[in-house]
């Protein structure tokens, strides 16, 4: 067991740092503010290189591993929960082509998305379900060389910016598919965005696939494995979940040791009663928790292991320790906290999604107990 981050983890941390600080914290209230997806920093994600760092040269990734991705993740979510979840989000249709694609389509998809060059979405919730993959109603019907795919996918994130999509289907026989699908093809019309209370700027839409064509090429792994292909994929997705759980909580810890020492009470700072250094104390225990938990489920990935079980782990942990301490520096904050000026504000919005996004707790409390029993 090593705890200690090695010299090409603590440079990729410290420049991931560095860029969130100058160029995506300036940033975070004005995404916020006007729900508009920034095309410009999820362009400057990929061309950093974030986008690759867990995966093979040969794909135009650097190898770095899925702690180096957590770590840079961690300090962009710090930032802009946002702009984070843009790029994990990207990383669910990179993971499911790196691990179910033949060399064709990882040449084809995997390589530009590693790159920077494309944007990837998930598409799985509908209307009728979010949670439920026997619920899925659009449909692939088998046409000619390829398929016919019909329905409406909801919450799209990244929808007005993906290059493609990893779209999952109800087959005709029993099962998923899961088809790679690109955007610009007729019959994928990005419509009404979703506006939701936090994540504001991420571009989450409801899409129409009105009979759209999808050649037989792009059915990624084999005809009804897309609910295996959607359990592995999203298992980085909750990963990603984790992080942004743990970096928004980062944030506001920061927020309030700062606010508690230049706020009076009593004539003296509010970091000097009990209370408020009570609260910054949980705050701070409860950070730590969350993030070894999911710094260790990353460390087991990179090691080749099934991470399922830890990625809920830290999922549900990280997702009520967020809200929870967001709720706590909000207390600490006061009336200023829950002004709209005041960053607090949004991380507390912000916090809430992480309960619900990429399966909500409950679905990751039945993941566990199963793995338990
Ligand atoms: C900002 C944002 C971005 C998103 N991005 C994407 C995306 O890119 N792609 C995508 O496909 N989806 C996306 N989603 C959708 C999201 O992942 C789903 O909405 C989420 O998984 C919950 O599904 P649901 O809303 O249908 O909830 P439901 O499944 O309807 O659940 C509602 C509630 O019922 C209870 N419940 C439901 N099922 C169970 C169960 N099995 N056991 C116990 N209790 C249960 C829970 O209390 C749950 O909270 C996004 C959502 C948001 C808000």
Redesign the pocket.
């Known amino acids: 067991m090593d705890f200690n981050l090695n010299e090409q983890e603590k440079m990729l941390q410290r420049m991931a740092g560095e860029f969130a600080i100058k160029l995506v914290e300036p940033r975070a209230a004005e995404i916020d503010s006007s729900g508009q997806f920034p095309f410009d920093l999820a362009k400057e994600i990929g061309e950093r290189g974030y986008q690759g760092l867990p995966y093979p040269a040969e794909y135009g990734g650097s190898e770095a591993g899925y702690t180096s991705y957590t770590l840079v993740l961690e300090q962009i979510c710090q930032a802009s929960m946002t702009v984070g979840?843009i790029m994990a989000?990207n990383t669910?249709p990179e993971e499911a082509i790196f691990r179910f694609g033949n060399e064709e389509q990882k040449k084809t998809f995997l390589a530009p998305l590693v790159q920077g060059e494309l944007l990837g979405?998930?598409?799985?919730?509908?209307a009728?379900?979010?949670?439920?993959p026997e619920a899925i109603a659009t449909i692939a019907r088998k046409s000619g060389d390829g398929y016919v795919i019909s329905g409406q996918?909801?919450?799209?994130?990244?929808?007005p910016a993906a290059d493609l999509a990893l779209v999952?289907t109800r087959r005709e026989g029993k099962g998923l598919n899961a088809f790679i699908i690109d955007t610009s093809s007729s019959g994928y019309n990005v419509r009404e965005p979703?506006e939701?209370?936090?994540?504001r700027g991420?571009g989450?839409s409801v899409v129409y696939l009105d009979d759209l064509y999808v050649p037989q090429q792009n059915l990624l792994g084999e005809e009804g494995q897309g609910f295996g292909i959607l359990l592995e994929a999203i298992t980085l997705g909750r990963l990603g979940v984790a992080v942004e759980g743990v970096a928004v909580a980062q944030a506001a810890l920061e927020l309030s040791i700062d606010y508690a020492k230049q706020r009076k009470a009593l004539g003296k700072p509010l970091a000097r009663l009990p209370t408020i250094q009570w609260h910054l104390a949980e705050m701070a225990s409860r950070i730590e928790a969350g993030r070894w938990l999911t710094y260790r489920a990353a460390f087991l990935r990179d090691q080749g292991l099934d991470i399922k079980y830890e990625s809920s782990v830290a999922k549900l942990f990280a997702s009520q320790m967020t809200v929870e301490v967001t709720r706590m520096a909000m207390q600490v904050h006061g009336s200023y906290g829950t002004m709209k000026t005041m960053p607090i504000e949004r991380l507390y919005r912000d916090a809430k999604?992480t309960?619900?996004?990429?399966?909500?707790?409950?679905?990751q409390?039945?993941i566990i107990a199963n793995y338990l029993i």
């Open positions: 979840a989000i669910v979405s998930i598409a799985f919730t509908e009728e379900t979010g949670s439920d996918k909801h919450f799209v994130a990244l929808a999952f979703c939701t209370m936090g994540l991420l989450t999604m309960e619900i996004y990429v399966g909500i707790s409950e679905m409390r039945n």
